[in-house]
């Protein structure tokens, strides 16, 4: 089925372990993001990458990396996890219509828990 | 959208009663406003959008409505059914906002009783 696919949907690692979260999407939309979703936060943007080989930080990208080669895959990468980066992770996805509306379409999420 | 904080604003319904979802947005600028309804496990799911040239818009049995001199924005659920039980987000982006960005409010949950 076309859509915003996350995988894993679970994933459990160590500190200082590298982790990569993994996001596809079939519509071809230009642009992709990356949430981060905490009780109490709400949902705060890590990264976001508006084509292939274009990313930048949003609000809270310490500790992430992210990559855009292909349009439709956006990868996040925690290169030494953290205790505090336990989080639901959300990838989402939108195309900028005519007008300026930019409706989010959101994967599943992941639910990593550094231990 | 504004931060609520530790506790998520809860708003109890009766099955069959209207709704209302209340948001404060703090930024003069913002031009477009969204409601994502978030269930239990499952990534935020597009409700309705408007832009700030209007200030009421329908789905079905959804309502937005926008009221720019305060910076309030509204979700009104008619008939409220328990598949509405879920978490509402209201997000807004400002006009030449670098990288289509939306910023999302911390959130109501929503419960239906019965």
């Known amino acids: 089925d076309a859509g915003i696919t996350q995988s894993p949907r679970y994933k459990i690692t160590e500190t200082g372990r590298q982790v990569t979260l993994m996001c596809h999407q079939t519509?071809?939309?230009?642009?992709m993001f990356w949430y981060r979703q905490d009780l109490g936060h709400g949902l705060r943007l890590i990264y976001y990458s508006a084509a292939a080989d274009i990313t930048d930080k949003g609000e809270v990208p310490d500790g992430y990396v992210v990559s855009r080669s292909k349009t439709e895959n956006f990868p996040l990468t925690l290169e030494s996890a953290t205790r505090s980066q336990t989080s639901v992770y959300f990838c989402?996805?939108?195309?900028?219509?005519?007008?300026?509306?930019?409706?989010?379409?959101f994967g599943s999420g992941t639910q990593l828990s550094v231990l | 959208g504004e931060s609520v904080g530790l506790h998520l604003p809860t708003l109890s319904v009766q099955e069959g009663d209207n709704s209302i979802i209340n948001c404060a947005y703090s930024?003069?600028?913002?031009?477009?406003f969204i409601w994502y309804k978030q269930e239990s496990g499952k990534g935020p799911q597009f409700i309705i959008d408007i832009r700030s040239n209007m200030d009421k818009r329908q789905g079905q049995r959804v309502t937005v409505l926008l009221n720019k001199t305060v910076k309030h924005l509204s979700l009104q659920i008619a008939a409220t059914q328990p598949g509405d039980s879920a978490v509402y987000f209201c997000a807004e982006n400002a006009a030449g906002a670098a990288g289509n960005k939306l910023t999302f409010g911390g959130g109501t949950r929503v419960l239906v009783k019965p």
């Open positions: 519509w071809s939309h230009s642009y």
């Open positions: 989402a996805s939108s195309e900028l219509l005519q007008g300026g509306s930019e409706k989010l379409f």
């Open positions: 930024n003069s600028a913002s031009d477009y």
